[in-house]
């Protein structure tokens, strides 16, 4: 280290009264960032580190001093990672202010990280000619903490992107639908940002499900299909990048490299999709992400503007979108059933409508059937409710795996009615049959099961009852062979 320039820079540092440091930014070969290190750290940087390190092992004025200067010891001259998270963001800022000798200023939210806003400089340091090293500039960064956002500086942007946000907004709130509006607002994104593709996605990890709301590309690729062939896991996976940052920046191979050791199935998703360079935003409700703002192969000189946008944008977009997955999910709770996930009676009763409706006018065959649970008060009066629930809802998965074309409703307690319009006569009694395999055990799991097939001619609620006879008249074989389970 050049004692003669440490003394310098640590007497600078120590003049500011904010958390302060200056880096050491070292360049590789190829002119990339290689390595970030505290040069010096000044004394309120400090102060933050005690906090890290140490906590509340420091009980007098005496302990205070010693930890402090063990402090200094281990941080200067050590990696920036010694007491934070790897941030390529970070080291971005860091290097384009050392070696492009560009002030940087950015308000960022890390409240997930560390429960604070940081409002962040990154100042270019010059030094004699006798001090430097070919390989190494100097950046000084220094940031407050903030436990709410200050919105007259997060607010404080360019008249340029002030004028593309409320472009935006406006169309967020015109009269086209949900879908409409995202679209257009996806295209402005992909055009400002110059990139190849941008989209809209929403994200339920409760259910396991993403979906692409809207999707954007210059050669008009569908990115919905695209996305068709990743699974979930895939996109779960990038909850777990985020927990460290507010965005994440790809820019070169150098950040695919580096992610590509944290989610090596989604980075491997992007090499074969010719996937250079991307900017994924979260959107967050309750300190919960709901869904992402995706955009790949954008036009790198404009990054800085871009995530700006895209920050202040996000605020916006996941309003839209919270609102979206609340009236889907108020839609999926008023006609799923809860507990077994099939449709629930209210959906049946609309579908049996529909259904009929569209028979009269467009006859085709079609087939029903109804399963009940044999032996459920059995259960329920030995076992508990509980179990009892158990039961319904393995009923209802062994229905899903076999009739999974087909709709699937729980008609009642323990009753399930099926409408087919899908299989054969002959490819509906398969599946039959099969539910007949595997529900018969009277001590686990057992269905009484009616069904009827119809080539076209009839109507769907006279096919229902055929069915429903059917299904009772089997109910009433399975308590005449076993009485004790007659409920």
């Known amino acids: 280290m050049n004692r003669d320039l440490y003394s310098k820079l640590k007497v600078a540092v120590n003049s500011i009264p904010l958390s302060a440091t200056v880096l050491s930014i070292k360049r590789d070969e190829h002119g990339n ?3 970030l290190r505290y040069f010096v750290i000044n004394d309120s940087f400090t102060d933050d580190c005690l906090a890290i390190f140490f906590q509340d092992e420091v009980s007098n004025n005496k302990d205070l001093d010693e930890k402090k200067k063990e402090v200094e010891s281990k941080v ?18 860091c290097y384009k202010s050392a070696w492009k000798k560009e002030p940087l200023h950015t308000y960022v939210d890390t409240t997930k990280m560390y429960g604070y806003w940081t409002e962040d400089f990154f100042l270019p340091v010059a030094v004699s000619d006798d001090e430097k090293d070919p390989d190494v500039a100097y950046c000084l960064f220094i940031y407050t903490l903030n436990k709410e956002m200050d919105v007259n500086k997060f607010s404080a942007v360019s008249p340029d992107i002030a004028s593309f946000i409320i472009k935006a907004c406006l169309e967020l709130q015109s009269e086209n639908d949900f879908y409409s509006s995202m679209q257009l607002v996806t295209d402005y994104i992909r055009e400002y940002t110059g990139a190849y593709g941008a989209s809209v996605m929403s994200y339920q990890s409760d ?9 954007s590309t210059m050669d008009n690729v569908s990115i919905k299909e695209i996305f068709s062939h990743i699974p979930f896991s895939t996109v779960a996976s990038w909850e777990m990048l985020l927990k460290h940052t507010n965005a994440i920046i790809i820019k070169n191979e150098d950040d695919l490299n580096y992610y590509e050791t944290q989610a090596p199935a989604w980075v491997k998703t992007l090499r074969a999709s010719n996937v250079f360079n991307l900017c ?3 959107f967050l409700r309750q300190n919960s992400i709901i869904g992402y703002l995706y955009i790949s192969n954008f036009d790198a000189r404009i990054m800085t503007k871009a995530k700006e946008m895209l920050e202040l944008l996000s605020f916006f977009l996941s309003a839209e979108v919270a609102n979206h997955l609340f009236l889907e999910r108020l839609e ?3 006609n799923i059933d809860i507990l077994t996930g099939v449709k629930n009676r209210n959906c049946m009763n609309a579908d049996v409508e529909e259904f009929s409706i569209k028979f009269k006018f467009n006859p085709m065959p079609f087939s029903v059937a109804f399963c009940d649970i044999n032996g459920l008060k059995i259960v329920n009066d030995n076992q508990g409710h509980d179990a009892g629930d158990k039961l319904i809802a393995a009923a209802a998965d062994i229905l899903k795996d076999i009739f999974k074309d087909d709709n699937i409703y729980r008609a009642g307690g323990d009753e399930f009615s099926i409408i087919s319009t899908h299989s054969t006569e002959r490819e509906f009694e398969e599946k039959i049959k099969k539910l007949r395999e595997l529900t018969s055990d009277p001590n686990k799991l057992c269905f009484a099961v009616g069904y009827y097939h119809d080539g076209g001619s009839g109507p ?3 096919a229902m009852r055929y069915a429903d006879e059917r299904m009772y008249q089997d109910k009433n074989e399975f308590y005449k062979r076993h009485p004790d389970m007659r409920r």
């Open 33 to 35: 960032c290689a390595e």
């Open 280 to 282: 994924l935003v979260p």
């Open 76 to 93: 200067e001259g050590a990696l920036y990672t010694i007491n934070v998270q790897k941030e390529p963001k970070f080291e971005d800022a």
């Open 332 to 334: 999926y709770l008023s």
């Open 460 to 462: 769907l609620e006279l």
């Open 207 to 215: 259910l396991k499900k993403y979906e692409v709301i809207s999707g």
